[in-house]
């Protein structure tokens, strides 16, 4: 049963069926999107791999095609394919449809509330490597994503977010229940929402903050260039 490659297929089908609706034009983007895409996943399949290799988390071949590329199940790469194309895509969906940056006077509290308190739980939890290095590469992405951007975009993206946890606990609830991803709790806090690890929902801010961050910088590099006087 190829279930982890169904899940892919049914995570990006619906962003790319709609990527032509004329009010989102998502294809437009596109060509900042797929390097963002590729930076994005060259950078999760390195640390996924490593994770792989040291037993932090592994797969049920049960629910596999077989097919392995960098070590890594086949489908596993293609998450990473998947998964921030959607994660994008409802970024600028909701950049189309909603107008209103509701969430932008308060990005920055919430950003720095992060920023503080997740290496806090990091420190506390140093062998939970899981743990420890996913809160410390959020609190370091999202300084990061402060200091080029400030909140231009932190607010919105912070709404992309809490609108993707709907289809995220849908998806990585499948992969977590039956199991075909498993987790050992050595390497991690021990908690779950039902099956998933509370890791996940962080794990998931980290991918697609890294993605959107890479996203919208090309395209004010690309804005910036297109507006520069030409020189005689």
Known sequence: MYIYLY???FTILFPLLLSFDKKVAFYRGWRALWPAIAINAIFFIVWDAIFTEQGVWGFNEEYLTGLYLFNLPIEEVLF??????????IYDVLNAYIPKDFLQPYAKTIGFLLIVVLPII???NIGRVYTSITFVLLSLALLLHLKFFDTRYLGRLFMAYLVHLVPFLLVNGVLTYLP????NNNYNLGIRIVSIPVEDTMYSMLMLLVTISIYEGIKQRKRIKQFQPSVV
Not at 80 to 89: G, L, M, S, W
Not at 180 to 183: D, G, S, T
């Open 122 to 124: 990091a420190i506390f």
């Open 80 to 89: 990473f394919i998947t998964v921030p194309y959607a994660c994008v895509f």
């Open 180 to 183: 075909i991803v498993w987790y």
């Open 7 to 9: 899940l892919n297929i």
